[in-house]
């Protein structure tokens, strides 16, 4: 299985400030066949499912803010949210759709 | 506006089998994948397995001796069953849609707690 490790599991960040979260994965998500990424990035506020942000590693969800985007190639990723908002708190996870099984990052959790 | 609601018993005994139905609404049934994901404390986010409209399925390998799924695109419902449940089965159950060629999931339903305990 592919495994994905986030970095840091916890951080807090000041309201208007950047937070990065990184995403490493254990072998290339970069498909030679048509150069994307497989790794996708979602957002999970307590008592709800994770709602997706980012696809094809840096492709933003329609109706995401554009404060949200996604870099990164290959094996290493991050999420960045440009100036944070009160209402992004919560968790945040990568996730694999290179192979199956389908794996997630252990998560993030965003505190302000 | 596509809506996805897990349905089933939030309490299966250990041993037993645990079903869990989803039903959709508001959008297309065929052409999608679709998808069961739990989520425990204990183990984050797991993917289960889709079933593709057409019936064809592809399980996780960990789990794969003791899930079946099945779909009713008359109702436009599937269905989960995961036997010989155990205490490590307790978790927040998430049905979701894949889109027409990749496993990313941009639909979810809202999630239904099971706990396994006798």
């Known amino acids: 299985d592919i495994v994905l490790t986030q970095s840091p599991e916890s951080l807090a960040v000041s309201l208007g400030e950047r937070a990065t979260i990184n995403c490493k994965s254990s072998?290339?998500?970069?498909?030679?066949?048509?150069?994307?990424?497989?790794l996708a990035w979602y957002q999970q506020s307590p008592g709800h499912p994770p709602k997706l942000l980012i696809y094809?590693?840096?492709n933003r969800e329609s109706g995401v803010p554009d404060r949200f985007s996604g870099g990164g190639s290959g094996t290493d990723f991050t999420l960045t949210i440009a100036s944070l908002q009160a209402e992004d708190v919560g968790n945040y996870y990568c996730?694999?759709?290179?192979?199956?099984?389908?794996?997630f990052g252990q998560g993030t959790k965003l505190e302000i | 506006q596509v809506r996805l609601q897990e349905s089933g018993p939030g309490l299966v005994k250990p041993l037993e089998t645990l079903s869990l139905t989803c039903t959709v609404s508001?959008?297309?049934?065929?052409?999608?994948?679709w998808s069961w994901i739990r989520q425990s404390p204990g183990k984050g986010l797991e993917w289960i397995g889709y079933?593709?409209?057409?019936?064809?399925?592809i399980y996780n390998p960990s789990l794969q001796s003791r899930v079946t799924m099945s779909i009713d695109t008359s109702k436009n419902q599937f269905s989960l069953d995961l036997n010989s449940v155990s205490a490590a089965d307790t978790a927040t159950y998430f049905c979701?849609?894949?889109?027409?060629?990749?496993?990313?999931?941009?639909?979810w339903g809202q999630g239904t707690l099971v706990t396994v305990s006798s």
């Open positions: 979701a849609r894949g889109t027409p060629t990749v496993q990313f999931w941009s639909h």
């Open positions: 508001g959008g297309s049934f065929s052409t999608y994948y």
């Open positions: 079933i593709y409209y057409t019936g064809t399925t």
């Open positions: 072998q290339s998500l970069l498909y030679n066949s048509d150069k994307k990424n497989y």
């Open positions: 094809w590693a840096s």
């Open positions: 996730q694999q759709y290179y192979t199956s099984p389908y794996t």
